[in-house]
């Protein structure tokens, strides 16, 4: 791998952790949050069950950790990381979109307006082209990619699919 594709490689590494860590982020301050509004509500914290909690937004959590790992082994040009990588670049359009259908089948009306609609299709844009970098011939021969790869990849794609759609 030349200077460049060598470049790009730790640079997708980089964007990977940095989206892992924003969405966990996000997580926890969701539960942050749902805790908080619930003490407003006349519950206290220890008649809340974490595990319940846990249980019902636990995908968000669990996509950034994928993002975050996945970043590292990219860094340290480890196969698994292109794997996971690919996994997770593509976990995150879906989770956006299968997170936008539950809002809009609760009648939530996530996004206040147009243009909110038109960022959050750019940053989808942006996630897909991310992976159609990773899948470069150059990058997929410098880890030595088969059959088998895309096979992991894509279970671990639909496996985390169905997690969002059958469990939270």
């Known amino acids: 791998m030349n200077q460049n594709w060598s470049a790009i490689n730790k640079s997708l590494g980089i964007i990977e952790i940095l989206f892992g860590i924003s969405v966990m982020i996000l997580s926890i301050f969701s539960w942050y949050m749902i805790l908080n509004n619930l003490e407003q509500f006349g519950l206290s914290r220890e008649r809340v069950s974490f595990i319940k909690l846990i249980e019902q937004s636990h995908f968000v959590f669990l996509i950034g950790l994928l993002g975050l790992v996945s970043g590292i082994l990219l860094i340290k040009r480890k196969r698994l990381g292109w794997i996971t990588s690919v996994s997770s670049l593509l976990v995150y359009p879906i989770a956006i979109i299968l997170i936008l259908r539950d809002r809009f089948s609760e009648g939530i009306e996530l996004l ?41 990849s894509g279970t671990i794609v639909i496996l985390l699919s169905l997690d969002k759609l059958i469990f939270t």
């Open 112 to 152: 206040e307006d147009r243009g909110d609609y038109v960022i959050t299709g750019i940053i989808i844009f942006l996630l897909l082209g991310l992976v159609v970098i990773l899948t470069l011939r150059p990058i997929r021969d410098f880890y030595g990619i088969k059959i088998r790869d895309w096979a992991i």
